[in-house]
Each structure stands twice: as structure tokens, then as C-alpha cells.
């Protein structure tokens, strides 16, 4: 399991040990080998909540319901799921959370997703006492090991979507929580507050340069590379251990943006493309179909359809 990971059994021993996301690829890769199933993400999905401990573990299990779980998840999740960064869109009728990974080779990502999407529907039905009621849009192919995600997470699901994107009725985020605790959520709030305040890092590279793409404030590798204290070739270099480029965080950042303007805010694409700084809308078009394959007229309404 450890293999060629640098990793050691006295390692597993500190609590505080950190590991590089190169160890934490290969770990991952190692586990796939040797599992001989297709559904370990799932299973280790299913147990995620429940085996976890610390103060966001204990403020999620007294949440009063999913709103609040979500926002104290959101702000607090560095404590136990650093590679993921999530954002939230409101529609007319639905909630939108938006995933974004920071970490690993596609195989991986979808290892990530599948467990983060199947403790989500874990954690949901025993807090709510009642199954999960939404809709995952996943960014890649259907796979073959299809009747997993029927099983752990239900039939309403798209493939080969721009972003990965949980979608579910306003309704659902008022239902009660069983085991809410006023005083305990608080408590554990204050206490991982505390404790994100006495960490080393609270966000990693890939989220802090995509946070501030998004934001629209720097644009080129330059400026992220200033804004960072860094030289470019730096920059460049210390993203490598993630597998992921300056150009495609910027390509995600500029294709998060678009969807949000186009099927969210109702932009048209002149709009968008002078939002988003591109020199008219045929080019903004030719780029938004080489990030997704497809013209932005037809994510006008996208998320109408989840």
C-alpha cells in the first residue's frame, strides 16, 4: 500500500504528518491496484463521516440542517478535504454547489469525486433521515462500473458535463437534521475557527491562484506569479507536484465564470465575452468550444435541465 510512496509506517503514527499530493497520488493509485472492485471510492464515501473526528466532524454531525452544513463545511473543509474547493450558485428553484479539485491525474479526480459525492448522500441520509433527493452533473465519460453510481448515488446523473456540479430543490436545504445541536455546532465552530487560525496553510496552490482568476482581479502568469510573491518560472514549478498548469486553471477559472454569467446571470455571450475580457464574441465562442466541445448557447439553460 505505502509503495513508492515515501511514505512510512511511523508516519501514520503522527497526527500532525503531512504528505506532498505526489505521495497522496500514489497512494491512491496503490489502493486502485490492489482493491479488486471498482467501488472502493464509494465504500470509503460511505464511512467518511462516521470515521472521521475533530471539531468540523463534530460541527458537521450537530449541523441543524443542510444550509448550515454546507457553509461550515465550506469554510472549514481545508481540515479534512484539502484537494477540493467548492463554490455555490443559487438559481430560481435549485442550489447549485460547485466542485473543483486541486489534485491528480484524471483517474484520481474521478477516485475524488466518486468519494466525495457518495459521503454527501451518506452523510445526508443519516443526518435527515431520508435519502438523498438531487442531481450530479460529473465532468467526464460514463463509466463502465455504472451500476456503482446507481447504487451509491442514485439515476439522476449526467456525463461529460463542463464541471461537476451537485444540484437539488431550495427545499431540501431546510429539512431538519436529527441530531442537531445548537450549542455543540458552536462550540465545534469556534474550535475549528481556532484551529484554521493556528494552520500552517489554509488553501492550496491550484485554489489560490483559480480564487483569484475567478475573482477576475489578475489575469496573466505574471500577475498571479506577483500577486504570489513569486517568479513565474517559480509558479510554474510548484504546480507540477498537482498535475495541473497555470493554463489549465486559468482555462477552469475563465469556463467557471462563463457558465455562471450564461446560466445563472442570463448574460449573453457580447456580455460574457466583455466580462471575461476577450476581444469579441466570436472569440469567446471558439474558446468556450474548446474548453467544452460545445457552443455556450447550449449551457444557457443548463442547469434548467439538471
Excluded at 509503495?3 to 497512494?27: A, M, V, W, Y
Aim: aromatic content about 10%; proline content about 4%; glycine content about 4%.
Amino acid at each position: 500500500m505505502l509503495s513508492g510512496t515515501g511514505i512510512f509506517e511511523q508516519d501514520l503514527r503522527h497526527l500532525n504528518h503531512k504528505i506532498s499530493p505526489l505521495q497522496l497520488g500514489q497512494l491512491i493509485d496503490n489502493a486502485l491496484n490492489l482493491w479488486s472492485g471498482n467501488d472502493l471510492a464509494f465504500l470509503l464515501g460511505q464511512q467518511w463521516l462516521p470515521s472521521q473526528s475533530g471539531n468540523l466532524t463534530n460541527g458537521l454531525l450537530c449541523s441543524a440542517n443542510l444550509t448550515e452544513m454546507q457553509a461550515l463545511w465550506q469554510q472549514y473543509h481545508w481540515q479534512s478535504q484539502p484537494w477540493l474547493q467548492g463554490w455555490r450558485w443559487q438559481t430560481t428553484q435549485q442550489q447549485h454547489l460547485i466542485l473543483q479539485l486541486d489534485i491528480a491525474t484524471a483517474k484520481q479526480q474521478q477516485f475524488f469525486i466518486e468519494l466525495t459525492l457518495s459521503s454527501l448522500v451518506a452523510s445526508y441520509k443519516r443526518l435527515a433521515n431520508q435519502a438523498w433527493q438531487g442531481h450530479f452533473s460529473l465532468p467526464y465519460a460514463k463509466p463502465k462500473h455504472i451500476d456503482q453510481y446507481h447504487k451509491y448515488l442514485g439515476d439522476k446523473l449526467s456525463f461529460a458535463q463542463p464541471l461537476c456540479v451537485i444540484s437539488y430543490d431550495l427545499a431540501l436545504n431546510n429539512v431538519p437534521f436529527q441530531m442537531a445541536d445548537k450549542q455543540s455546532f458552536r462550540l465545534a465552530e469556534l474550535q475549528a475557527q481556532q484551529q484554521l487560525k493556528q494552520a500552517e496553510f489554509t488553501i492550496g496552490l491550484p485554489a489560490m491562484i483559480r480564487r483569484l482568476l475567478t475573482k477576475g482581479q489578475h489575469h496573466s502568469l505574471p500577475d498571479i506569479a506577483h500577486a504570489l510573491g513569486l517568479s513565474p518560472a517559480t509558479l510554474k514549478r510548484r504546480l507540477k507536484p498537482f498535475s495541473v498548469s497555470f493554463q489549465q486553471l486559468q482555462d477552469q477559472a475563465n469556463l467557471h465564470n462563463a457558465i455562471y454569467l450564461l446560466a445563472v446571470t442570463g448574460e449573453t455571450n457580447l456580455q460574457v465575452a466583455q466580462q471575461l475580457k476577450f476581444a469579441d464574441s466570436n472569440n469567446f465562442r471558439r474558446s468556450f468550444k474548446r474548453w467544452t466541445g460545445q457552443l455556450p448557447s447550449q449551457f444557457r439553460y443548463w442547469l434548467n435541465q439538471t
